[in-house]
């Protein structure tokens, strides 16, 4: 079965550092590849998907995204983290004919210092 | 366009009660797929019904069920309702049957007394 592995339950960074989220993803094919963000009490917002083409993805809010092959990865970045960025950032896969099933990691909570 | 509307936001149930939760996709979705989320278990499959038709479904209980209309609009239901039913429930909308953006609302809080 398809897993999605975000090792950093919870990380901390000061507001203009850089960010990068871990993501790894087991599955015999590549699948689609997806970064929500949920604020508290909030619905998913997606930031960015991967479906084939370019390595590197762009998203909202400053948030861009790489695709390595060869290491099962899909790992979120930002190069200056701003206050509002203080939320929870799940990874998600969906197998490629699979329908629209996301499969979800655990999520990384984010807290920004002032 | 609007996004995904789910109704109510907020409902409160006793044990052993049903309920019945309201999704209205994004206009011109035809997938529509539901997510319980809870603290200790996290964001979980339910099922995804793509024009009217159960096309995946997850490891919950019978309990668990959903329907489809003909304007993809959606419907899940849970019946003899449990405390640990307590949880946020998202419904997602997305276009097309694979390989495409999957678009969440704001979920519906329950929580069962």
């Known amino acids: 079965a398809q897993s999605v592995t975000q090792p950093d339950i919870h990380i901390t960074v000061s507001e203009g550092a850089s960010l990068e989220l871990r993501c790894n993803y087991s599955?015999?094919?590549?699948?689609?590849l997806f970064w929500y963000v949920q604020s508290p009490g909030q619905g998913l917002q997606l930031l960015l998907k991967?479906?084939?083409?370019?390595?590197l993805v762009q998203g909202i809010k400053g948030f861009e995204a790489e695709f390595k092959r060869s290491q099962s990865s899909f790992n979120l970045r930002k190069p200056s983290v701003h206050w509002s960025d203080a939320a929870e950032y799940f990874c998600?896969?969906?197998?490629?004919?699979?329908?629209?099933?996301?499969?979800f990691g655990t999520g990384t909570q984010l807290k920004v210092e002032l | 366009k609007a996004g995904v509307t789910q109704t109510p936001r907020y409902l409160i149930k006793t044990r052993g009660q049903q309920v019945t939760l309201s999704c209205s996709p994004i206009?011109?979705?035809?997938?529509v797929s539901w997510y319980q989320q809870t603290p200790g278990q996290g964001l979980q499959f339910l099922f995804e019904?793509?024009?009217?038709?159960?096309?995946n479904k997850g490891n919950f209980p019978g309990r668990f069920s959903g329907r489809q209309f003909s304007n993809s609009r959606s419907e899940m239901n849970v019946s003899t309702l449990e405390l640990g039913d307590s949880a946020l429930y998202l419904c997602?909308?997305?276009?097309?049957?694979?390989?495409?953006?999957?678009?969440f609302g704001e979920g519906s809080w329950l929580t069962v007394v």
């Open positions: 019904y793509f024009s009217e038709t159960q096309r």
């Open positions: 998600a896969v969906v197998r490629t004919g699979g329908g629209n099933k996301l499969t």
């Open positions: 599955y015999g094919a590549t699948p689609y």
């Open positions: 991967y479906f084939s083409g370019d390595t």
């Open positions: 206009s011109g979705h035809r997938s």
């Open positions: 997602a909308s997305s276009f097309g049957n694979s390989g495409n953006t999957i678009y």
